[in-house]
């Protein structure tokens, strides 16, 4: 390699648009820090990678990646790869660290570090996005409760786990009464925060492993694992009386509405989510041809 060579390579790290610096692995002196890295933290000369590099250090940083370079015999490696965001600049880098010899034969660290905030940004933020978008796809738009797909789809998995253990397990419907004449007495946007307070005012009765949904309409269900008849029979007459007080101003109007349930319950996981929704729904269709606002069941 000619004196010439040497000038080639540094000119061609000089223009990377990385930071590319060598420590040595012992004294952490750093023995080259290219352009984009001087232009960054400054001049390296007669500095340790630690003084320079990253901010707040009085010694060596806690995640200095030296020991993961060589390997039981203490020689080169191989490549490490890992991602930090720097103390100086607080910008985020992916880091290839090896640990090679120099050419005096003493093991240094040679970092090609890429600038990585931009991407790492938009990662999260679509990540982010995913999330939302996911919860979007289950939860009713109006009330946030669980749509009628993810009431199924988490349902079905409560009924699996009853069936499997032989557990008790309830399923409660609920529809509001005479609904159609709130909306058309005073119009759909009312009738809209009619069901928005229906469920903000249900959802702290019901308990994190219970599954609360809107199935369409003016339609709740819900799901109550590891409950009996008698249990969900109290759920139920908890939830119509609490519905029954919610009051609704609209100017000087003051709205009030009921609800009819339906309850179905099986004591050790015999029947399926389909099975007790029929008998549910059976059961508030009775509630609702006995008058209304009140709790039928199937037993
Ligand atoms: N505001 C509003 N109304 C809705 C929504 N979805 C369905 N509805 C209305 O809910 C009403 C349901 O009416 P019905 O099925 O006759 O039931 P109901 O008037 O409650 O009568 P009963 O159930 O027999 O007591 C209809 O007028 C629908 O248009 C919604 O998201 N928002």
Redesign the pocket.
Known sequence: MTKAHDGCFEAILNNLDALVYVADMESHELLFLNRYGRHLYGEPAGKKCWQLLQAGQTGPCSFCSNPLLVDAHGEPAGVHVWEIQNTRNLRWYECRDRAMRWEDGRLVRVEVAIDITESKRIKEELAAAKLRAEALAHADE?TGLDNRRAFVSRGLQLFHHASRHGRAISVIMF???????I?DTHG?YV??RV?IAVANNVRPLVRESDILGRL???EFALILPETRLSEALNVAERLRATIADILIENGEALIRCTS?FGVAACDHGSKDLDEMLCEADDALYRA?EFG?NRVEYCG
């Not at 529809?175 to 004449?181: P, V």
Request: charged letters at 35%.
């Open positions: 109006l529809d509001l009464d005479h609904f159609k004449l909306n759909h009738g809209d069901l369409g309409g003016e009819s609702k209304r």
